[in-house]
């Protein structure tokens, strides 16, 4: 079960990893796309609004070309300067300065009519200074002299004063009257703010504005109502002199949301259609998985089915030939002869089925997590003893000396099954791979806690890039067919065995042959650990 | 000593009873669960081998129910399943140990004198009984082994009889039905070779030279014989 909770980790992993990958990458995109949308979409307002200022531009150039006109005939005598204004008007009040600066009309000394004198009180100011011509934008230089605009508030706002010096080296300046200009401003703007031609259909409802100092709509127009205190979306400020106003953009907030929904809109289908192949991908490879280890499963627990069917039969097999061996020995039936010869055959292939069946159950065992010891007190040289004297007969026939170094004689804690198999698998190694070296030596040493045995052979051994490889399931150093046979899970088993049991299984470097080191742990019986 | 076998595969059963009645002990078979029982009532067994799927009762079942009447009883757990051990090990049944299939005839002996000593150990058997020199070697009927020196010799049930049979009468010739029927039991009937070729197994053991015997004499036409 461990191993399919692992995999159903792996699994969503592989399906969302990529998934968070592909939709991270992709907000990102699409942000950056909504914002060049959102870019694009206020470049395209700031045209619109570039175009309401240009039309009030052009509309100050006619007027100044007017005044201009206005100024070259303006007589010297206050009369006909009075007549002037009161004829034309665009103009509230006009005034003259000499060459050096001398205020000629309204002249404060002469006598004033009550337009003039709240002028002066208004824009007394602008005389203080010998230098006038004054303006507070750019002064244009034109063929007719200097000439340029002064803003001043008073009144309900701002008042626009053209002034320009004449030849003469007059200055004649005109403030205009507030209501007809702004009037003037307020006709020649347009009627609609959507764009005319074709891309009339296309367009947002929206509605420009044009507000003074103080923020107050002078004029709006375009189809969209925006709501009291909305903020513009876009605003510039409109050519001197009525850069204190504002132009303003208005639209509809959503109309910008909507830019770069495509991109959002996009992503989704991405995402959803690269999910959607990774989870049949995912769920593809879950299924197959799942197959593979049911069969897996299968053929493991048929194995172990089967392994336990064998094993009543193998049971008479091998008692009957051990106790016929018995009853030859004792009717005196020589050793050395066929019929004991065929015997020992019978025995030792039983044993070797045994040991076999053996590494098929402890392997489905330890694939099911069901390994388990069973420690029991016992001498483990007695144990390796027995295992010696079984193999003498299969080792002695291919003339191979077993020599037995005793050095784990006290009574300990020991899983005596799993120490004869481990022992077993590393002498049946030495009978299939290592005969040629004609000598086993096993020598065992007892340490606090653990005991160790070496069983090292004269074989042509293992290459030392393969020290580990021989330990894993099913791997055959060799594919030759004419290598002895096996199953390739004993030494498996073995290090498994060795690990469960405290210890380790390792392929020591040998000059010659193997060497396999067995280290288990082994606590001292209690009733020896006393004495 | 007597041994109650319980294994419903009939050669399995009846090979162990051979491999028993050869060790010395009496034996008493059942096929299962039931008859376990009843022959449990009517025998009175010393120690028990059982298997653990027996048709009609468990294993688990007739253990339970035999250390009920008699808790000390050693039992031997017969299985093909390391699981079931586990179980028996793990459901502390008190098995005193266990034999696993496929298993060879030197296990199962090695298991049954483990637990032949501990039935000794257990019995409280007189002080006298627990040790007896033939020479230089020195035999512990209760441990099952003999010691020449620093040298430990396995001996079953039987090959112990023999000798404490032949010390209990050092200097005397035993005739070979003396020894028949006094370490084989009157039950066991078998060819004189039979002796012959025990006596002639144990000397290998026993003796330093087997060829020329200090243990075990032969008496010509008698039997054999410990000159003390």
Redesign the interface.
């Known amino acids: 079960m461990a191993l399919t909770r692992k995999h159903g980790i792996l699994f969503w992993l592989i399906v969302c990893l990529p998934l968070a990958v592909i939709a991270a990458l992709g907000w990102r995109l699409a942000r950056e796309e909504q914002g060049l949308a959102r870019q694009r979409l206020r470049a395209l307002l700031g045209v619109r609004l570039q175009d309401a200022a240009l039309v009030l531009e052009n509309h100050f150039d006619e007027l100044e070309r007017g005044l201009d006109a206005l100024t070259e005939s303006v007589g010297h005598d206050a009369e006909s300067i009075r007549r002037l204004v009161r004829s034309d008007p665009r103009i509230a009040q006009m005034f003259v300065l000499e060459a050096d600066g001398t205020l000629v009309h309204p002249d404060p000394r002469g006598a004033l009519n009550d337009a003039e004198r709240r002028f002066l009180a208004d824009a007394g100011d602008l005389f203080l200074h010998r230098d006038f011509i004054r303006t507070d934008g750019d002064a244009s230089e034109g063929p007719a002299g200097r000439s340029g605009w002064v803003v001043r508030f008073w009144g309900p706002g701002l008042n626009l004063i053209y002034n320009r010096r004449l030849a003469s080296g007059r200055v004649v300046g005109v403030l205009l009257q507030r209501a007809r200009w702004i009037a003037e401003v307020i006709a020649v703007l347009p009627a609609t703010a959507e764009p005319p031609g074709p891309d009339r259909e296309r367009s947002l409802p929206s509605r420009i504005r044009l507000v003074d100092s103080h923020g107050q709509s002078i004029y709006e127009w375009g189809a969209f109502a925006p709501t009291e205190g909305s903020a513009a979306l876009e605003e510039l400020a409109p050519p001197f002199p009525l850069s204190s106003w504002r132009l303003q953009y208005f639209a509809d907030d959503a109309a910008l949301a909507v830019a770069g929904r495509g991109a959002y809109f996009n992503l989704l289908s991405l995402v959803a259609a690269t999910g959607l192949a990774l989870l049949m991908a995912g769920a593809w490879f879950f299924r197959e998985y799942h197959r593979q280890v049911r069969e897996a499963m299968e053929r493991v627990s048929f194995a172990n089915q089967v392994s336990?069917e064998l094993?009543?039969p193998?049971?008479?097999i091998?008692?009957?030939a051990?106790?016929l061996e018995?009853d030859l020995?004792?009717?005196?039936v020589d050793p050395s002869g066929r019929p004991r010869g065929h015997l020992k055959v019978i025995v030792e292939e039983?044993?070797r089925?045994?040991r076999l069946?053996g590494n098929v159950?402890t392997f489905a065992?330890e694939q099911r997590g069901?390994l388990?010891l069973?420690v029991?007190p016992a001498v483990v040289d007695n144990v390796i003893a027995?295992v010696l004297?079984?193999f003498g007969p299969a080792l002695g026939r291919r003339q191979v000396e077993v020599a037995f170094g005793r050095g784990a004689g006290a009574r300990v804690e020991v899983d005596v099954?799993v120490v004869e198999q481990i022992l077993g698998n590393l002498l049946s190694n030495v009978e299939k791979y290592a005969a040629s070296g004609k000598r086993v030596e096993v020598v065992s040493r007892q340490t606090k806690g653990h005991t160790e045995i070496t069983v090292r052979d004269a074989g042509p051994g293992v290459p030392p890039r393969h020290r580990e490889r021989v330990f894993r399931p099913f791997q055959r150093l060799s594919d030759d067919i004419s290598e002895s046979p096996g199953t390739g899970i004993g030494l498996s088993i073995a290090r498994q065995l060795a690990r469960l049991h405290g210890g380790d299984l390792r392929l020591a470097p040998s000059e010659r042959g193997a060497r396999f080191e067995l280290r288990i742990a082994t606590p001292r019986c209690e009733s020896e650990a006393g004495a | 000593m007597k041994v109650l076998v319980a294994e419903d595969?009939r050669?399995?059963r009846e090979?162990?009873a051979?491999?028993l009645s050869?060790e010395g002990y009496t034996v008493v078979l059942a096929e299962d669960g039931e008859s376990t029982l009843e022959a449990f009532a009517a025998e009175c067994p010393d120690f028990v081998c059982l298997d653990i799927m027996m048709p009609k009762v468990s294993g688990y079942e007739v253990c339970r129910r035999m250390r009920a009447a008699r808790p000390q009883l050693p039992v031997i757990f017969i299985s093909?399943?390391?699981?079931e051990?586990?179980k028996v090990?793990g459901l502390e049944l008190g098995a005193d140990?266990y034999i696993?299939?496929?298993?060879?005839?030197?296990?199962?002996i090695?298991r049954i004198r483990a637990v032949t000593r501990r039935c000794y150990a257990t019995a409280g058997e007189p002080a006298a009984k627990s040790g007896f020199r033939m020479g230089d070697l020195e035999v512990f009927p209760l441990e099952l082994r003999a010691r020449r020196g620093e040298t430990v010799i396995e001996l079953s049930l039987r090959d112990i009889r023999i000798l404490q049979l032949l010390w209990e009468h050092r200097g005397e010739a035993l005739e070979r039905r003396t020894i028949y029927e006094r370490c084989w039991g009157a039950t066991y009937l078998s060819s004189s070779?039979?002796l012959d070729?025990?006596i002639s197994?144990l000397r290998k053991r026993v003796e330093v030279s087997p060829g020329s015997p200090n243990v075990i004499c032969t008496v010509h036409g008698v039997g054999y014989r410990f000159d003390g």
């Open positions: 336990h094993k009543t193998l049971t008479n091998r008692m009957y051990e106790l018995s020995e004792e009717a005196g039983s044993q089925l045994s069946i159950l065992r069901q388990r069973r029991r027995v004297e079984r099954d | 595969d050669l399995i090979g162990l051979e491999i050869r093909a399943k390391s699981e051990i586990d090990v140990d696993v299939k496929p298993f060879g005839v030197k296990e199962v090695a070779r039979t070729q025990h197994q």
